[in-house]
């Protein structure tokens, strides 16, 4: 079952995956390029500024404003082209790959029938618990944008994502009307609270570009989920039928 569940989790992963960075080049990267202009003028006036830019990025330290010490310090990204569309595609798929095991790990711990139409209808839930539902507090941003404390956000956000994914199961499996209703004012409560925003926001990216942004890069998750819970319905049938199969072969 392990085996099985990695080897549909890494074909998956790798189907839907590659299908999305497809989608992401012509669609989103553009627009993180052109907010990068804005990053750059904003990181001439305040030099100790930095964003994580939405695509694959490690930071090795504070930035060009250097240490205590007075040592400068190097940030390193994959230079644009090909490198950067190759470590893009890279985080991409290994989301889809963490998707498609996160798909797997609850219908198998529910005990539900893996199939295209029910591992599409998670993947919907899927959708909803991690992209559009804390996107309502917290959008996805560019480079330049403005935003709040990075430790405030990570919280309100697995948070949400948690309360909203419980939430939805309880809702849509349980058939007590108060248990439903118990389930709905959960999954507002974290709204209710608000999620951490800036208090003077001062973001260099214009309006219409991020939210243009938002629109497409919440399209593209949603596809993201909707290609991974295809290829995982797909998938994982036959798997199991050619596991059956090996199965009655070695007992035969």
Partial sequence: MVNRVLT?????????????????????????????TYEAAMRAAAPSFASFDGQA????????????????????????????????TL???????????????GMIAANETIDD?????WAVCGFLAFGLVPAAGLAPDLPGSAAAELLPRQIWWVATALVTAGGLFVFLR???????????????????????????????VPAEIAAHFTALSLSVQAALWLATGLAVGVIWPRMTRKALATRRAAKA
């Fill in 91 to 105: 985080v991409t798929v290994a989301t889809a790959i963490g998707f498609a095991a996160l798909l797997l790990g």
């Fill in 117 to 121: 139409r029910r591992a599409l209808a």
């Fill in 57 to 88: 990025r490690i930071i090795l330290a504070h930035g060009p404003a250097g240490d205590a010490a007075g040592h400068e310090h190097a940030e390193w990204k994959p230079q644009d082209g090909l490198q950067r569309t190759a470590f893009t």
């Fill in 174 to 204: 349980m058939e007590a009307g108060w248990l439903r209703a118990l389930a709905v004012l959960a999954m507002l409560v974290p709204h209710l609270i608000g999620a951490p925003h800036p208090a003077a926001p001062e973001s260099k």
């Fill in 8 to 36: 549909v989790s890494l074909l998956a992963g790798l189907l839907a995956g590659l299908v999305i960075a497809a989608l992401q080049h012509v669609t989103t990267t553009p627009l993180i390029l052109k907010a990068e």
